[in-house]
């Protein structure tokens, strides 16, 4: 028994004691501004703004990008793209489950998965952060038209803007 509670001490000094320890160099948070025209219809978001739910855009794992602009109706993501570098990307109908732009307005639905009609182009021009960071912040351009799963019904996105603010 006396070695038992000794054993529990001991582990628990230890799981206070890397909890304390935390990352002495963390990656940093910003705020983000995105904003687009879906069908001409202005939307934008800031991080931390009202009825914004997010407002992020960033590389993380290496390579993997991924765009949240949503409040508590609408919501446009691009999901998982490879992103290595600054540059231009595509997305198309090909897309997956892993890697996919969407537009959600209410009820009605968007996306390049499963649409081969779907296209979309994003251009990543600053990158903040080293490539060692877990998640690294973006800033750049989108636009691309996306198309309904029966392929009847698409949204414009245009004018498609990601800043960096803080």
Same mark, same amino acid.
């Given at each position: ?6 054993? !529990? ?9 890397? +909890? #304390?320890?935390?990352?002495?160099? &963390? ?16 939307? #934008?978001? !800031? ?24 409040? #508590? !109706? ?5 999901? @998982?793209? @490879?992103? &290595? ?8 109908? +090909? ?6 732009? %969407?537009?959600?307005?209410? &009820?009605?639905?968007? +996306? ?13 021009? @600053? ?23 029966? %392929? ?8 498609? %803007? ?5």
């Amino acid at each position: 028994m006396k070695n038992n509670l000794l054993k !529990t001490i001991v582990l628990f000094g230890a799981a206070i004691f890397i +909890s #304390s320890c935390g990352d002495d160099n &963390p990656t940093p948070t910003y705020k983000q501004h995105i904003s687009l025209q879906a069908d001409g219809v202005a939307f #934008s978001v !800031t991080t931390d703004g009202v009825d914004v739910e997010e407002a992020d855009a960033h590389i993380r794992d290496g390579n993997k990008f991924q765009l949240d602009a949503t409040t #508590s !109706t609408k919501d446009f993501s691009i999901n @998982n793209k @490879n992103v &290595p570098n600054t540059g231009n990307y595509v997305m198309n109908g +090909s897309g997956t489950v892993f890697d996919f732009a %969407q537009w959600e307005d209410g &009820p009605a639905l968007f +996306s390049s998965l499963g649409s081969p009609k779907s296209h979309f182009t994003f251009n990543i021009s @600053n990158i903040a952060g080293s490539p060692s960071d877990y998640v690294r912040y973006v800033e750049g351009t989108f636009s691309g038209v996306l198309y309904n799963n029966t %392929q009847t019904d698409s949204v414009i996105i245009t004018n498609g %803007q990601i800043h960096i603010i803080d």
